[in-house]
């Protein structure tokens, strides 16, 4: 899964232009989670109460690790997804076992890769674009380290950083609104070579316009869901919505399509 941005805003001034300080204040809530050591554990997510929990788990490890560092594929250069590269991973294997066990199959891990496409992987642009992305996976892998210090430990350190955050309540100006074109893409290949896509282009700020209009999709979709089944749980938004919310998906601001 990738994600490109064909198109940003000109002249953002600061962190807060990209990201929320709602955003920054949830990551540095981690450190003072007593659960915080599931990060960047790729099957922390996994659904437990099965006599294979277990061998489930190291399936999930050993299949597709959660590592934190730029990489090339297709001739492109990937680097880690923001603000965290270790959500969306734990997310997808869960979904994928929970579908596993409603159809009463073996869940099977899949090999999940993810990251942001920061263009050409040749020529002499591609090592002075992959140095600060190096440098964001680094800062995300000791995210991960320190999440497995005493928890007292980590709640000083957690004040200590929420007093560098921007104020709460504080997000891009009206000017950084607008001005973006975007793209993410996920390819998903079968055991048996079977391929499907889908991408879902954007116009917006990702991380207010377009999460505005994704809100409405899904509500309108769990509105007038025609699923039969009820789910209960605690499940993830593609199983509790289903296919069918692709067809709200279909906006000013976004557009889906799938091969």
């Known amino acids: 899964m990738s994600v490109r941005f064909e198109e940003v805003p000109a002249g953002l001034r600061s962190l807060s232009d990209a990201v929320s300080a709602g955003t920054l204040a949830s990551v540095v809530e981690i450190l003072g989670d007593p659960g915080a050591t599931v990060v960047g554990d790729p099957a922390g997510l996994l659904p437990t109460g099965g006599p294979d929990d277990g061998t489930a788990a190291a399936a999930v490890r050993r299949v597709s690790p959660l590592r934190l560092r730029p990489f090339r594929g297709g001739g492109r250069l990937f680097g880690p997804a923001v603000p965290v590269a270790f959500l969306d991973p734990p997310v997808l294997h869960r979904t994928a076992a929970l579908l596993a066990r409603e159809e009463g199959v073996p869940h099977a891990p899949a090999r999940v890769r993810e990251g942001i496409d920061h263009g050409s992987?040749?020529?002499?642009?591609?090592?002075?674009?992959?140095?600060?992305?190096?440098?964001?996976?680094?800062?995300?892998?000791?995210?991960?380290?320190?999440?497995?210090?005493?928890?007292?430990?980590?709640?000083?350190?957690?004040?200590?950083?929420?007093?560098?955050?921007?104020?709460?309540?504080?997000?891009?100006?009206?000017?950084?609104?607008?001005?973006?074109?975007?793209?993410?893409?996920?390819?998903?290949?079968?055991?048996?070579?079977?391929?499907?896509?889908?991408?879902?282009?954007?116009?917006?700020?990702?991380?207010?316009?377009?999460?505005?209009?994704?809100?409405?999709?899904?509500?309108?979709?769990?509105?007038?869901?025609?699923?039969?089944?009820?789910?209960?749980?605690?499940?993830?938004?593609?199983?509790?919505?289903?296919?069918?919310?692709?067809?709200?998906?279909?906006?000013?601001?976004?557009?889906?399509?799938?091969?």
């Open 121 to 259: 992987a040749g020529g002499p642009g591609a090592l002075l674009r992959s140095v600060p992305q190096a440098l964001l996976a680094g800062a995300q892998r000791a995210l991960a380290v320190v999440v497995h210090l005493p928890l007292p430990v980590r709640t000083r350190l957690a004040r200590v950083v929420r007093r560098r955050l921007p104020a709460a309540g504080t997000g891009p100006r009206p000017a950084a609104l607008h001005g973006w074109r975007w793209t993410v893409t996920a390819t998903a290949v079968g055991p048996g070579g079977q391929r499907g896509a889908a991408s879902l282009h954007g116009t917006g700020h990702p991380g207010y316009t377009a999460t505005a209009a994704l809100l409405v999709a899904l509500g309108l979709e769990m509105a007038e869901s025609e699923r039969g089944s009820v789910l209960a749980g605690v499940v993830t938004p593609a199983v509790a919505l289903g296919p069918g919310a692709s067809r709200h998906l279909s906006t000013p601001e976004l557009t889906l399509r799938t091969t």
